[in-house]
């Protein structure tokens, strides 16, 4: 079983460009591909880099959200300004949420990684929470020689 642990935290809001993603959501190889495109995109254009600049901390978020039916992915940092290219703040609820840590030497292998694991293991074998709904993210917290070093937030209830 993956390390994970049972964290209250309080409300926090998240800046966000996004993307609708296209596949559907049972094809996880579809939507790492387009997520992978989009972070690659907002990086060459120097959209990150802008999100980046206005950001109240180092922590740089990807979130995923159901908005109107549709998958919408973003990169997204707290802050209190805003940019033309952002899409929306993403409000988190205060509650408790499941952290599950992870490290990896891209931004890209440790979301994916991060939500494999928490998706994959960690919410199928927890008995005493759920997750239903709602904004979830990964978040690079720190940078460590080569590796980057994060972690998944899910907000959930107690079952």
Known sequence: MTRYTIQEKDSFTVLGIG??????????DGINREKLEFWQTISQDGTLDKL??????DY????NEAVNDKMIHYAGVMTKS???EASRNIQFPKGEYVVVKGEASTAEDLFK???????GEVLVEEKYYAYVGGPNTAVITEKKDRLLIGEMWIPVVKI
């Open 52 to 57: 980046k600049a206005i950001a109240a901390n």
């Open 82 to 84: 805003s940019i033309p």
């Open 60 to 63: 740089i978020f990807s979130v």
């Open 113 to 119: 990684e991060l939500t494999d694991l928490t998706f």
């Open 19 to 28: 993307t609708e993603l296209k596949s559907d959501y049972t094809d996880s």
